[in-house]
């Protein structure tokens, strides 16, 4: 059965979700693979995906994530409840989880490894190659510079605008 692309789209882009994970009565026959469905966000405002996504059950929040692109991934994260968050991230496949965490940098990881629970995070680290006793571990990488003859509220001013 093919999967119904711009009828699903339109649907989606006027909030109704049904439809995105079953197609037809028939159980067998109507499962839409959750790569169809992140498919089809992309093609929807970031917003509109992310309502969606909520609106999901959390095991399809966790199917789903793994399938989202990059970008996504870490706005839906940022849209969601803490303990949400860290459920879908904690929930992930280690596979899945390291790709994810592998595209973050700096700060950003920083702030979503606050999402892992102690087992996924020690795992993580060793699988990004971090040694138990590595200062990459904790090393923060994000930095920015400023002009020395800045006062302090026009240093505040210059970060607030060109970094986030």
């Not at 006793?133 to 904790?138: F, G, H, P």
């Amino acid at each position: 059965m093919n999967f119904p692309f711009k009828e699903t789209r339109k649907k989606l882009l006027a909030g109704d979700i049904s439809g995105l994970f079953r197609i037809s009565k028939n159980k067998k026959d109507s499962f839409i693979h959750p790569s169809e469905v992140a498919k089809l966000f992309t093609s929807i405002p970031a917003e509109k995906a992310t309502e969606a996504f909520k609106s999901f059950q959390t095991e399809q929040e966790v199917s789903v994530f793994p399938y989202l692109d990059n970008q996504l991934q870490k706005k839906v994260i940022r849209s969601l409840t803490t303990p949400r968050a860290a459920y879908i991230l904690n929930a992930l496949s280690s596979d899945d989880r390291t790709i994810f965490y592998s595209r973050l940098k700096g700060v950003e990881l920083s702030n979503f490894l606050e999402f892992l629970n102690d087992s996924n995070k020690t795992a993580l680290h060793k699988a990004l190659g971090y040694s138990d006793k590595s200062v990459a571990r904790i090393i923060n990488t994000d930095f920015a510079t400023i002009e020395s003859g800045m006062s302090i509220s026009e240093a505040m001013e210059y970060l607030r605008k060109n970094h986030k």
